[in-house]
């Protein structure tokens, strides 16, 4: 989700002066706050309600302050008091919204940017700001309208065009979302935002070539909006360069992982054929992942992005999300030696006496991503504990929970039916979660992390996906070609997981019998 600049402190003063002493001491407020004197203001703001005590414009002003320190109760009060005063104001009344929206109360905000758009019909910003909160609040039905409208005012709309987008996408409307982005470029040839959403709609739609293009923008971003953190030594002047695919027999090319813990997972698959060119490879990785991808035979040496200290030793560097682009990847071409990743055999042997099999089959269970993944912004991928209520019926099942959160979480609620034995307070790194996947009979997962181990690591996985999924699952083909022995389950109605959840449990029962079947006795 996209959004814009907009929301900074409203100042307007527009109103009817009865002092021009008033009128001078609120710009000088204003100016100490935009140069970040906030009590200084603040002390002005306060004096002023002395002398002018409700005054609808101080109130607004302070609020903003108050807001500016975070201390958003006090800010709220403040704000609702001038809206209260003037309802038609347009500016107090925003800037109640933003607050409400920052402070939590998205559904509150909704209603303040409802009764916003109800008095001033034609403003293109509010009509936005109303979209972005049906957004927030993963309405993305409810968000197009108020998109649309915001176009149909100010047609060079660029936030308002990307969340629509992101909006038609999330509810499977892949094509439309894809005209969005085009016409975001065309007005605004240099957005970086639209040329990367614009690249991971072709990527769904399986136009790799155009999707890996526009993808590379993402390197344009900030190092923490591009979800990349690039090791101080690629920071310095000289740097060593970016490889540009010429061979690498006989040199050093540290390659720089990016974005998320499945992404990583996903695209380490290309140091395989990196090292097959002769290339010495280095590994810049989080320190989570290490103790799991220093097993990988395709890497020389791995270490996080501060301990790579010497520039002398690299030839040239990557990163990692790059090289499937470099690698003239096409849907046909996919390199998928599954597996291509290993659990640590101790750790497994270690867990293989802690998960007393019996009977049973194993199968773990993760069904929550983060909630505002930056990829999920209409929180489109996660099913609830009680959605997988179909799953209790199966007889014969041991359920493992792998979701990887603090250990202090509350505990698990299953549904009726359904005990699961609860690991997350073991999970502290990736190694330990494949060593347990290793020890399992199946993974029933959401598209998140674990999934990706579970398919790198070759386990058999079933996938569990919304109406419109992240690219690499492709639109409607039944398997991907990233990992072509996860089966699909896919959402037919947007929100609503009872269908595939359905078509996991009529399947579960014979997968349970074949895997009984094929234990040797005793």
Same mark, same amino acid.
């Given at each position: 989700?996209?959004?814009?600049?907009?929301?900074?402190? #409203?100042?307007?003063?527009?109103?009817?002066?009865? &002092?021009?002493?008033?009128?001078?001491?609120?710009?000088?407020?204003?100016? #100490?706050?935009?140069?970040?004197?906030?009590?200084? &203001?603040?002390?002005?703001?306060?004096a002023l309600l002395k002398q002018f005590p409700g005054h609808p414009h101080i109130l607004h002003l302070y609020g903003l302050a108050r807001q500016e320190l975070g201390d958003l109760q006090g800010a709220l009060h403040l704000l609702s008091q001038a809206a209260a005063k003037e309802p038609d104001n347009r500016d107090f009344r925003l800037s109640l919204g933003f607050l409400l929206k920052l402070s939590g109360r998205s559904h509150a905000a909704l209603a303040c940017f409802r009764d916003l758009q109800h008095r001033h019909p034609d403003d293109a910003e509010i009509s936005f700001h109303l979209g972005d909160t049906c957004m927030d609040l993963g309405e993305a039905e409810a968000a197009l309208a108020p998109f649309r409208n915001a176009i149909r005012l100010q047609p060079t709309f660029k936030e308002a065009w990307i969340n629509l987008g992101l909006s038609l996408k999330g509810l499977g409307a892949v094509p439309e979302a894809l005209h969005c982005f085009q016409q975001v470029i065309q007005a605004h040839p240099h957005c970086i935002e639209g040329y990367i959403n614009l690249g991971m709609t072709h990527l769904l739609m399986g136009d790799y070539a155009e999707g890996w293009r526009a993808y590379e923008w993402r390197l344009q971003l900030t190092q923490q909006a591009a979800c990349i953190q690039w090791p101080p030594i690629l920071q310095g002047n000289p740097a060593p360069p970016r490889w540009d695919g010429t061979p690498l027999a006989g040199k050093s090319i540290l390659v720089v992982a990016e974005q998320g813990f499945g992404d990583i997972l996903q695209f380490v698959r290309y140091l395989l054929p990196l090292k097959s060119g002769g290339a010495r490879i280095l590994f810049s990785a989080p320190p989570t992942l290490i103790p799991l991808l220093r097993r990988l035979p395709a890497i020389d040496d791995i270490r996080t992005p501060e301990q790579f200290t010497d520039a002398e030793e690299i030839d040239c560097h990557c990163p990692l999300l790059s090289l499937p682009l470099l690698f003239n990847t096409q849907l046909e071409s996919v390199p998928a030696p599954i597996p291509y990743i290993q659990a640590d055999p101790e750790l497994a042997r270690q867990w293989a006496g802690r998960l007393r099999r019996g009977e049973n089959v194993l199968v773990g269970l993760v069904w929550r991503g983060k909630p505002l993944h930056p990829n999920d912004p209409l929180r489109r991928r996660s099913c609830t504990l009680q959605d997988l209520a179909p799953l209790a019926q199966v007889a014969g099942v041991t359920w493992i929970s792998?979701?990887?959160?603090?250990?202090?979480?509350?505990?698990?609620?299953?549904?009726?039916?359904?005990?699961?034995?609860?690991?997350?307070?073991?999970?502290?790194?990736f190694a330990q979660t494949a060593a347990i996947l290793d020890n399992l009979d199946l993974l029933i997962s959401i598209d998140t992390s674990v999934a990706h181990l579970g398919g790198a690591l070759g386990k058999a996985v079933w996938l569990l996906l919304p109406i419109a999924p992240d690219w690499r699952w492709t639109l409607d083909q039944p398997r991907s070609p990233w990992y072509p022995d996860i089966p699909l389950f896919r959402q037919t109605v947007p929100h609503s997981w009872q269908e595939p959840l359905q078509a996991m449990a009529e399947a579960l029962p014979s997968f349970v019998h074949t895997i009984q079947a094929g234990r040797p006795p005793g």
């Open positions: 989700m996209h959004t814009p600049p907009a929301l900074q402190p #409203l100042f307007s003063i527009k109103m009817p002066i009865h &002092a021009e002493s008033l009128q001078r001491q609120l710009t000088t407020a204003i100016r #100490l706050h935009q140069n970040g004197q906030i009590r200084e &203001a603040i002390r002005i703001h306060q792998l979701q990887q959160e603090d250990g202090s979480s509350p505990p698990l609620q299953p549904p009726p039916g359904m005990a699961i034995l609860d690991l997350r307070a073991a999970l502290r790194d």
